[in-house]
């Protein structure tokens, strides 16, 4: 009994109790099972009723039978009560321990689960990673021969173009065979005709030359009959023309060779001049080792010029040629290139931008010279000289041709008009001549004739011819004289207006109307004659060039002319 | 520029004597003499044939006419105009007539290349030369007329026969290492014998007198080869222009190559002037469809030209071949030095209208002429650096280092210039002109001589 109020104190834990011991019990109630506990200090005589009390609500809130009823009756317990209780809560208890075991062995399982679970997540992650490097493998593996596949097609492009390019040839060439086929089979043909028709024809034309009479050889020299020292001499010429082919060949090239001897000297001379004044700038280490090479090329100097023929021939005294001229071309590059890194070049850009300045100088002096000349003329003389200057000689010429032009024409307007007066003097004198022909056969026949009153003609009539003819002429140079003002006539008229008679007058003069009528008869006579003599047909133009105070010269030439 | 008036010849036959003094030009079957300075006729001779080939002897006495379809070569005489030859090679045909080079004999090919016919003026003497091979260019005879090359073929091998011009002695005899010979040329001082072989195979040899071989110089396999070798004056470069449109040039100490010439599409050089050909024609407004005009035709259909400089880039224009048909027109056809040897003129045959000329000094190329219509004949003045080149039209082109110039050679039209030869003085051009008439069927071809 003890032991199971041991047991109950122990349970009962309430916050009406006093804690500590209360405390202790609940953290000593987990291995309650496996220890069987001391007593406790829950009920004590004094606190039975509240113990009990607690119990009851403790063991009802588990849903349990109440172990005590407030009956209040003596501090009797229900045993039974007790006992049920008793035994409900050690089955409880034996269920919640099973329960803690359970769960234990859950909880190792799933302990167990976890573990499993993670090894495998490492080895799977072991599996990704190695897979994933594979992968990278492969695909580094792919892209590789990508590439190679990607240079075999070029190489097969490549091949297939120079298949195509052989194919190309092979085609060319094959054309080329068969045409050359074609043509020797043509070839065959004909020689197989010409030969038939050699074999068929009877009569053979035989070679032949028929020559007037033989000629001369072109040297003049007789020809040579062919022999063994003929034979020999032929050969001798021959090599004679190879060798001295190759003598002037060789001679070429000495020449040749000593030139650029001569220049490799020369450069090697200016070489070693030019990289031994610049000892003195260079610095003191340096010095030595150039007075220690200046040495030998002071030796080597002395070696050249003294044996320069021999060096022309000789193998070796080429080759230190060329080796010296190596070594010192090696000296000057470095020495460049030391002078390039000092500061020595400075007077030298210097000097450089002065040239510059002054070249710019004069280029704007220029401008200013050239902006002078176009834009502004000195003078207006000098302008409008120099305004077609370009064309001065040209426009000379053009006036001198003017000029001659213009001689010419004068002269020939002048012979024209010489002519016209030659002509009209000409067609006067004819017409004075015919008058006085006119008037003589008149005469001879007054003179035959019975009658005394013969009238001499009038010689007013050949005068007003000639006046008339005159004013006529001055009436038809009038208007060249009206056209040509300038040139000077020598007509006695004056004056530059048309002098023109009356209509009445005029064909008096010109005998289309009488003048008396007991000339009548003769008058119409003459005139029918004068008329056949003067007037060709052309009557009604006369009239009419009279009529106009205008004529044309060329008019005037046609009249002149037909007079 | 003086021009001479028109004088027909028929087959572009015209030549100058070689001392420069006389003109002979062939009509049908008369051979007129000209007196060069003043073109009075001096003589006229009257052939039994119409001539196919006509050629002065090197001393300027004789002339050779020869008539290939009768088989006659009739030679007449300067001084002596009623001294006649006549040298009939009977049934056994006349390919081609030639002199040797002392003027007194002639060589006859005949027919099927059977054998070369030796006459002698001097004896009346025959002798033959068998097997000469039919190719490109078979004979040559060196400058100072010493010595004749002769390609041979016998039992399908190539050989060369070197012979005394003096006396036809036979001097050497060797084979070549060639393929298929395709030509032979004496070097200017005649100490060297270029030969070259067809163009299946690029190889040329080099070849002493004495028959030693010196060289050779293959510069690709397979490809279409040789075109066109020529010598410089001078003896010191060869050139060989081949069919894949380049031009290499040999030097004469150690016949390797020291240059190549490439005639791309593109110009891209600066230092190279182009001058490019530009036609004008002339605006014709409708009064001047006059008659007059008309019948004149000059103003209609003469177009003016002159030549432009193209900065670069400036394109070519290229005609590609038509790769089925044999000797393909693709490569370098033509080349020429001129006189000193400075310069070098080559044209390639898929830029037909363009004319290259290269300065030999540097190596260059100096000039590029591109003409509007296919150049048909060019040719170096032999005293000084001028070229000279037509294409077919009425016009005269001359280049010289200081520029370039268009000449309208005057005609009444319708004139075009086929070919031409500078007279040896370097003073005057014949230049030989074809016209066609409207109406006609034949075409009436004259020759027009041009003084400078």
Redesign the interface.
């Known amino acids: 009994m003890p032991e199971s109020s041991l047991e109950d104190k122990d349970i009962c834990s309430s916050s009406e109790c006093r804690t500590p011991p209360l405390r202790q019990f609940s953290q000593s109630s987990l291995p309650l099972h496996r220890k069987s506990y001391m007593l406790s200090t829950f009920c004590t005589e004094q606190n039975v009723q509240e113990c009990q009390s607690h119990i009851n609500q403790e063991v009802s809130s588990l849903g349990l039978q109440p172990v005590w009823t407030e009956s209040g009756s003596s501090s009797e317990m229900n045993v039974v009560a007790v006992l049920n209780c008793m035994y409900d809560l050690i089955q409880m208890h034996r269920r919640g321990l099973r329960s803690l075991e359970n769960m234990e062995v859950e909880q190792l399982k799933s302990s167990g689960n976890v573990d499993y679970l993670q090894l495998t997540s490492t080895r799977l992650k072991e599996q990704l990673e190695l897979s994933k490097r594979e992968n990278t493998g492969l695909l580094e593996r792919e892209r590789q021969l990508q590439l190679k596949v990607k240079s075999l097609q070029n190489c097969l492009k490549n091949e297939k173009e120079e298949v195509q390019k052989l194919q190309n040839i092979i085609a060319s060439r094959a054309s080329q065979y068969n045409h050359e086929m074609k043509r020797k089979e043509r070839e065959f043909n004909k020689l197989k005709e010409r030969l038939n028709q050699l074999l068929i024809d009877k009569k053979e034309k035989k070679q032949a030359i028929d020559v007037l009479n033989n000629i001369g050889r072109a040297d003049g020299k007789r020809s040579l009959w062919k022999t063994e020292k003929t034979e020999a001499k032929h050969e001798a010429e021959m090599y004679k023309a190879l060798l001295s082919d190759y003598d002037t060949r060789q001679r070429e090239l000495l020449l040749e060779n000593a030139e650029l001897n001569k220049v490799l000297q020369q450069m090697k001379k200016d070489m070693v001049s030019i990289l031994s004044s610049k000892k003195p700038i260079l610095k003191g280490d340096k010095y030595q080792d150039d007075g220690a090479q200046a040495d030998s090329e002071d030796e080597e100097e002395v070696f050249d010029s003294s044996k320069e023929s021999v060096e022309l021939y000789c193998v070796h005294a080429r080759e230190k040629l060329t080796n010296s001229i190596r070594l010192q071309w090696r000296r000057l590059k470095s020495h460049v290139e030391r002078l390039d890194s000092q500061e020595t070049h400075k007077e030298e850009m210097d000097r450089l931008k002065l040239e510059i300045q002054q070249c710019k100088d004069f280029i704007q002096t220029q401008q200013q010279l050239l902006q002078q000349q176009l834009s502004s003329p000195c003078d207006e003389e000098t302008a409008s000289l120099l305004s077609d200057c370009y064309m001065l000689q040209e426009k000379e010429r053009l006036g001198d041709e003017w000029k001659t032009l213009e001689e010419q024409r004068t002269i020939f307007e002048r012979e024209r008009r010489n002519f016209t007066e030659a002509a009209i003097r000409l067609s006067h004198e004819r017409k004075a001549f015919e008058e006085d022909r006119a008037t003589w056969l008149k005469h001879q026949f007054l003179n035959l004739s019975p009658f005394p009153d013969s009238k001499k003609p009038p010689m007013s009539k050949s005068k007003s011819a000639f006046l008339i003819s005159e004013t006529k002429a001055s009436a038809t140079s009038a208007p060249e004289k009206l056209i040509r003002c300038p040139s000077g006539t020598n007509l006695p008229t004056p004056g530059c207006v048309p002098h023109t008679s009356s209509t009445a007058d005029l064909y008096r003069t010109l005998c289309l109307i009488p003048e008396n009528g007991a000339t009548k008869p003769k008058r119409k006579s003459d005139h029918a004659e004068e008329s056949g003599v003067f007037f060709n047909g052309k009557a009604p133009v006369r009239h009419k060039q009279w009529n106009d105070s205008e004529e044309h010269s060329s008019h005037t030439k046609e009249q002149n002319s037909s007079i | 520029m003086n021009f001479s008036e028109v004088f027909k010849q028929s087959n572009q036959l015209c030549k100058v004597s070689p001392d420069g003094k006389y003109l002979a030009t062939c009509v049908q079957y008369r051979l007129v003499v000209r007196d060069m300075s003043t073109l009075q006729i001096l003589q006229l001779y009257t052939c039994l044939d119409q001539i196919s080939h006509m050629d002065w002897s090197?001393?300027s006495l004789f002339i050779l006419c020869a008539m290939y379809k009768r088989?006659l070569v009739q030679v007449w005489?300067l001084e002596q105009p009623?001294?006649?030859?006549?040298?009939?090679?009977?049934?056994?045909?006349l390919l081609s007539s030639r002199w040797s080079p002392?003027?007194?004999h002639i060589l006859n090919t005949t027919?099927?290349h059977l054998r070369i016919?030796v006459?002698s003026?001097?004896?009346?003497a025959?002798s033959y030369i068998k097997y000469p091979k039919a190719c490109q260019k078979g004979i040559d005879f060196s400058r100072d007329g010493?010595?004749m090359a002769l390609a041979e073929r016998r039992d399908c091998k190539d050989y060369v026969s070197v012979f005394?011009c003096?006396?036809w002695?036979l001097?050497r005899h060797f084979e070549t290492e060639t393929q298929d010979l395709g030509g032979l040329e004496w070097s200017p001082?005649?100490?060297v014998l270029a030969v070259w072989d067809s163009?299946?195979e690029y190889k040329v040899l080099l070849y002493?007198?004495?028959g030693r071989l010196l060289s050779t110089y293959s510069a690709y396999e397979?490809?279409?080869g040789v075109k066109t070798v020529t010598w410089s004056p001078s003896s010191q470069f060869l050139a060989i222009g081949s069919y894949d449109e380049k031009v290499r040039v040999l030097n004469h100490?150690t016949w390797k190559k020291i240059t190549q010439f490439e005639h791309p599409a593109t110009i891209n050089n600066t230092k190279a002037v182009v001058y490019k050909e530009v036609e004008r024609r002339p605006a014709v407004g409708a009064d001047d469809l006059s008659l007059h005009n008309i019948t004149i035709g000059t103003t209609l259909f003469n177009t003016q030209s002159k030549y432009e400089i193209c900065p670069p880039p400036v394109q070519i224009p290229v005609v590609k071949p038509d790769?089925?048909?044999?000797?393909?027109k693709i490569g370098v056809s033509t080349l020429a030095f001129s006189s000193d040897s400075r310069y070098l003129a080559t044209k390639n045959d898929n830029m037909a209208s363009v004319v290259w000329v290269w300065d030999m000094q540097n190596m260059s190329l100096e000039a590029v002429l591109e003409q509007c219509s296919a150049v048909r004949c060019f040719q170096w003045d032999p005293r000084r650096p001028r070229l000279a080149l037509c294409t077919g039209n009425s016009k005269l082109y001359l280049w010289s280092p200081a520029g370039c110039v268009s000449v309208e050679v005057p005609t009444e039209g319708g004139f075009q210039v086929q070919s031409l030869n500078w007279h040896c003085s370097g003073d005057s051009l014949i230049l030989l002109v074809s016209k066609y008439h409207l109406l006609g069927t034949k075409c009436v071809q004259k020759h027009y001589f041009k003084t400078l």
């Open positions: 090197s001393d088989g005489s009623d001294w006649h030859c006549k040298i009939d090679e009977g049934s056994i045909g002392d003027g007194r027919e099927f016919t006459w003026l001097c004896t009346k025959v010493c010595y005394v003096d006396d002695h001097l001082n005649g100490c163009c299946l002493s007198l004495d397979w490809s279409l100490i790769p089925d048909r044999a000797n393909p």
